[in-house]
């Protein structure tokens, strides 16, 4: 079958033979070694952690979360807001987005396994896992998180499945509707429950309110939403996919309204923080202008730059929406930061406890040296094992797209 090449204009790609196995040839298969060659890297330096301890990190007592918690916020937001856009037309009986269902899915599966990932390598000890079942606590947020994310993977897999079944005509159209209701909700719950983990932490100046759920959600539409316009235009430019603009628009519109209202949230937020009488005007002045300052402008500026792009015509081309969707995608990555690390940052009580070299790395600068500057900052182990983590992650998205029919079915027969 000849290519047909078009215009970036119409947003239409080129072409190619039928056969969703044989779609990215062999730069996909590149692209799948490469994956687990970063696999593997990432699994021996997680072997040198576990054999020479959590110590090796850049993690104390003081900062007792850092990276890899900080990349399972990010990566279970992009699941969810995966899931989202793919469940709501479904749900509602709306027109969706081309066909991109199923891919958007298969984005949610892949960042679920990863952020699994992170918690594994968090816990110091794989052995953990199996005693956070055996010993575990039903009242604990934490356990909480850990059944909704096993069950959110569970219920992702069997929607991605209903989905290819349907298309078989072995699902009906209300069954499928039923699972797409019930992944809706579940992709709710597993980022509120999520945020619950931080938000009913009293003692924390940053975590401690009941606006963090809704802005989790929020959050997860945003990286969520623009995680799937940049796999869908990688997509069509390989020519995996042939998606009409109009899809692309309507994607980059809603876009723009997730980041507005994400903004809003973290708006009304810093409102209440810094407002006379507020207990928050020292985390409002570490965001703007202390050591987590290059996370907030970045944060800020990127989204606001982000929904200019989603929402004035003349800017929608493909190049500048890819740029405000990774543009949103670092912001939310930054408020991650922002949130886990400023954490840390302000002391509940003068001095807690005896400050030692192996709580904090400034621990003879006194109270003063410990928070004047930021705390944490991940050793070059940490950044290995999480880019062997995100690889993996990378790699299953790869192979789905690889052996599973994820292209709309009006797309395969017509080929």
Same mark, same amino acid.
């Given at each position: 079958?000849?290519?047909?090449s078009?215009?970036?204009?119409?947003?239409?790609?080129r072409? %190619?033979s039928?056969?969703?196995?044989?779609?990215g040839?062999?730069?996909?298969?590149?692209?799948?070694a490469? $994956?687990? %060659?970063?696999v593997?890297a990432?699994?021996?330096?997680?072997?040198?952690?576990?054999?020479g301890?959590?110590?090796?990190?850049?993690?104390r007592?003081?900062?007792?979360?850092?990276?890899?918690?900080?990349?399972?916020?990010? /990566?279970?937001?992009?699941?969810?807001?995966?899931?989202?856009?793919?469940?709501?037309?479904?749900?509602?009986?709306?027109q969706?987005?081309?066909?991109?269902?199923?891919?958007?899915?298969?984005?949610?599966?892949a960042?679920?396994?990863?952020?699994?990932?992170?918690?594994?390598?968090?816990?110091?000890?794989?052995f953990?896992?199996?005693e956070?079942?055996?010993? !575990?606590?039903?009242?604990?947020?934490? @356990?909480?998180?850990?059944?909704?994310?096993g069950?959110? /993977?569970?219920? $992702?897999?069997?929607?991605?499945?209903?989905?290819?079944?349907?298309?078989?005509?072995?699902?009906?159209?209300?069954?499928?509707?039923?699972?797409?209701?019930?992944?809706?909700v579940?992709?709710?719950?597993?980022?509120s429950?999520?945020?619950?983990?931080?938000? +009913?932490?009293?003692?924390?100046?940053?975590?401690?309110t009941?606006?963090?759920?809704?802005?989790?959600? $929020?959050?997860?539409?945003?990286c969520?939403?623009?995680?799937? @316009?940049?796999?869908?235009?990688?997509?069509?430019?390989?020519?995996y996919l042939?998606?009409?603009?109009?899809?692309?628009?309507?994607l980059?519109? +809603?876009?723009?309204?997730f980041v507005?209202v994400?903004?809003?949230?973290?708006?009304?937020?810093?409102?209440t923080?810094?407002?006379?009488?507020?207990?928050?005007a020292?985390?409002?002045?570490?965001?703007?202008?202390?050591?987590l300052?290059?996370y907030?402008?970045?944060?800020?500026?990127g =989204?606001?730059? =982000?929904?200019?792009? =989603?929402?004035?015509?003349?800017?929608?081309?493909n190049? /500048?929406?890819?740029?405000?969707?990774?543009?949103?995608?670092?912001?939310?990555?930054?408020?991650?930061?922002?949130?886990?690390?400023?954490?840390?940052?302000?002391?509940?009580?003068?001095?807690?406890?005896?400050?030692?070299?192996?709580?904090?790395?400034?621990?003879?600068?006194? /109270? !003063?040296?410990?928070?004047?500057?930021?705390?944490y900052?991940?050793t070059?182990l940490?950044?290995?094992?999480?880019?062997?983590?995100?690889?993996?992650?990378?790699?299953?998205?790869? +192979?789905?797209?690889?052996?599973?029919?994820?292209?709309?079915?009006?797309?395969?027969?017509?080929k």
């Amino acid at each position: 079958m000849s290519n047909i090449s078009t215009t970036l204009e119409s947003g239409k790609p080129r072409d %190619v033979s039928s056969g969703n196995s044989k779609a990215g040839g062999r730069g996909l298969t590149i692209a799948i070694a490469v $994956s687990a %060659v970063l696999v593997a890297a990432g699994l021996a330096l997680w072997a040198m952690q576990l054999s020479g301890g959590m110590v090796q990190t850049g993690m104390r007592n003081l900062d007792s979360w850092g990276l890899y918690i900080t990349c399972f916020m990010f /990566l279970v937001g992009l699941s969810a807001g995966g899931l989202i856009i793919s469940s709501v037309p479904k749900a509602f009986g709306i027109q969706g987005f081309g066909g991109i269902s199923k891919v958007a899915v298969m984005t949610s599966i892949a960042a679920t396994v990863a952020a699994i990932g992170f918690v594994v390598v968090d816990m110091g000890q794989p052995f953990r896992v199996w005693e956070l079942f055996v010993y !575990s606590n039903l009242g604990s947020p934490l @356990m909480w998180d850990i059944v909704v994310i096993g069950t959110y /993977l569970i219920l $992702s897999c069997a929607y991605l499945w209903a989905q290819l079944q349907a298309e078989k005509g072995k699902v009906s159209h209300t069954a499928l509707r039923v699972i797409s209701v019930i992944a809706l909700v579940c992709a709710v719950l597993v980022h509120s429950v999520t945020a619950w983990i931080f938000g +009913l932490q009293q003692g924390r100046e940053m975590w401690h309110t009941a606006l963090l759920a809704p802005w989790f959600v $929020s959050s997860a539409l945003v990286c969520g939403t623009a995680l799937v @316009m940049v796999v869908i235009m990688a997509l069509r430019k390989v020519g995996y996919l042939s998606l009409d603009q109009s899809h692309m628009v309507r994607l980059a519109k +809603l876009l723009g309204a997730f980041v507005v209202v994400d903004l809003y949230f973290f708006g009304c937020d810093l409102l209440t923080e810094v407002f006379p009488g507020g207990s928050g005007a020292e985390v409002v002045s570490m965001l703007v202008a202390g050591p987590l300052a290059p996370y907030f402008w970045v944060e800020v500026i990127g =989204c606001a730059a =982000c929904a200019v792009i =989603c929402f004035v015509p003349s800017l929608r081309t493909n190049a /500048l929406l890819a740029v405000g969707a990774l543009l949103a995608i670092a912001g939310i990555f930054c408020k991650r930061v922002q949130l886990l690390v400023g954490g840390f940052q302000i002391a509940n009580l003068d001095y807690p406890t005896v400050l030692t070299p192996m709580q904090h790395t400034s621990w003879d600068a006194g /109270l !003063s040296g410990i928070y004047g500057q930021l705390v944490y900052w991940p050793t070059p182990l940490e950044f290995g094992v999480m880019l062997g983590v995100v690889a993996l992650g990378v790699l299953v998205f790869l +192979l789905g797209v690889k052996f599973l029919p994820l292209k709309p079915a009006e797309d395969s027969s017509s080929k």
